[in-house]
């Protein structure tokens, strides 16, 4: 079974920056991919952005040249870097890992509070 595990949520002021860590454990062989999603009040939950194990990324267009995701896969662990923040990327950020004939797992959430 697999568990992952984010931080770094926080509140930041419109323009300022946090970094999301999130580590995966117990039986992690198998994952192809792993990724941030979040969810706003009242609103689904949705994509931001996704690794590969083979390290091909993928973004929502409406984080593409604010953020970055990256992994150090030593530790088992993937990164979102968040710059340039804006009010409406406040939410509850989950990470996601998806593994080969199991049903992806999620994160408890990290809070992120964007505001003046």
């Known amino acids: 079974q697999v568990q992952v595990v984010e931080s770094g949520g926080g509140s930041v002021q419109p323009g300022g920056s946090l970094r999301l860590s999130c580590v995966a454990s117990?039986?992690?062989?198998?994952?192809?991919?792993m990724g941030w999603y979040r969810q706003a009040p009242g609103k689904q939950r949705e994509l931001v952005a996704e690794?590969?194990?083979?390290?091909?990324?993928n973004y929502a267009d409406f984080v593409k040249g604010r953020f970055a995701i990256s992994r150090d896969s030593a530790k088992n662990t993937v990164y979102l870097q968040m710059n340039d923040l804006k009010s409406e990327d406040t939410a509850v950020y989950y990470c996601?890992?998806?593994?080969?004939?199991?049903?992806?797992?999620w994160g408890q959430g990290t809070q992120v509070t964007v505001s003046s």
């Open positions: 117990g039986s992690i062989s198998g994952i192809y991919a």
């Open positions: 690794i590969t194990r083979g390290g091909t990324t």
């Open positions: 996601n890992a998806k593994k080969y004939l199991n049903a992806p797992v």
